[in-house]
């Protein structure tokens, strides 16, 4: 398997989809013209299905801070899903690191310093979903039992003297992209009380971004950073190892960011030889748990997707992707009224 790295997107300003009237099976698209907008900030866009009609009917990737007015508009309703997305933190594992992360103690003890639950409840606004390991509840191949660890600063403090503690006078270093900014704040805080750390929030500036993507999944190394917040998504809800737990930890992964771990290897290969759905499943579950007790990353939580509606518009949202194929609008809609504009 491979990954491919984004580096740029040169959009149009508009794509148009008709609805291809000549389709061969009996599902049909319930709309006869789309029109992908590309050309208007996300602030505008959320303005214009809330405040007005006729310009914006749905508005993708809205911002857990906007539900609240999305929900109060005259105009919109807020649709949301729990979507296969993870955000963790990926821990630098390198030999060049001088931070102790190696050591599965000091690992657990960062992930009982965080409080997932508060960070979704709160941060979030509810519209994440605490995660134990990389496998999201709603999917194939979470182990069974299963739970999200709850913060514990007195375990995690016991977990990491028994690793010989922390290099002194050294901060924790974590790295996030400018969306995550808070919630990296969110990680340091509880890092800082639960094990008396120094934390260091480093944000990467965008222009930065495609070059610190690069250099992660190139593997060139040292990274400056002990954890990187990232986010990631699945195509798929039937084993998510192929797409989500290789990317982070397998020999071929795009954002491994350390050696490479023989065990994982093993249980990957194994899982990728089986044709059986069920015996591919036990195995999807055993990764999981492995990847739980390793606590090979911080694991964070599972963010849902949360769309701005037109309320005349009947959108069905996907776990995985964007889709419109069973998407159609009432009677009422502003396209059937008459009103000038397109839909």
């Not at 996300?42 to 809330?50: K, N």
């Not at 190892?241 to 795009?254: I, K």
């Not at 030889?273 to 390793?294: G, H, K, N, V």
């Not at 606590?295 to 939580?301: D, H, Q, S, V």
Request: hydrophobic share 45%.
């Amino acid at each position: 398997m491979a990954t491919s790295l984004i580096t740029g997107e040169d959009r149009t300003p508009r794509v148009v989809l008709e609805a291809n009237r000549d389709h061969n099976t009996a599902r049909t698209a319930r709309l006869e013209r789309v029109v992908f907008v590309n050309d208007v900030a996300p602030e505008q866009a959320l303005e214009a299905v809330c405040d007005r009609e006729g310009e914006i009917d749905i508005v993708t990737e809205v911002s857990p801070a906007d539900a609240a007015r999305v929900e109060a508009s005259e105009h919109a309703r807020l649709v949301t899903i729990d979507a296969n997305r993870v955000l963790v933190g990926i821990f630098n594992t390198w030999e060049s690191n001088d931070a102790p992360l190696r050591d599965a103690r000091v690992r657990e003890a960062l992930n009982l310093s965080v409080d997932r639950h508060a960070m979704a409840a709160e941060a979030l606004g509810g519209f994440a979903t605490p995660l134990a390991a990389l496998t999201p509840p709603w999917c194939n191949g979470m182990f069974p039992g299963a739970e999200a660890r709850r913060r514990d600063a007195g375990r995690a403090k016991e977990l990491l003297e028994a690793a010989g503690g922390w290099p002194e006078g050294r901060p924790l270093k974590i790295a996030t992209p400018a969306p995550f900014e808070g919630l990296a704040g969110l990680v340091a805080a509880g890092v800082q009380d639960a094990l008396g750390l120094a934390t260091e929030v480093i944000v990467v500036p965008a222009e930065e971004m495609t070059a610190g993507a690069r250099a992660l999944v190139e593997n060139k190394l040292p990274q400056p950073w002990d954890v990187l917040m990232h986010a990631w998504f699945d195509l798929s809800s039937d084993l998510p190892p192929a797409a989500v737990h290789r990317e982070f930890f397998g020999a071929d992964g795009a954002f491994r960011a350390g050696p490479e771990d023989p065990e994982f290897d093993r249980m990957f290969g194994e899982l990728a030889r089986t044709p059986d759905p069920e015996t591919a499943r036990s195995l999807a579950e055993q990764i999981d748990r492995y990847c739980f007790d390793a606590c090979n990353a911080l694991f964070l939580c599972a963010p849902h997707a949360l769309y701005a509606v037109n309320k005349h518009v009947d959108f069905k949202a996907y776990r995985t992707t964007f889709e419109l194929a069973d998407t159609e609008v009432a009677q009422e809609h502003w396209s059937r009224r008459g009103a000038v504009g397109e839909h």
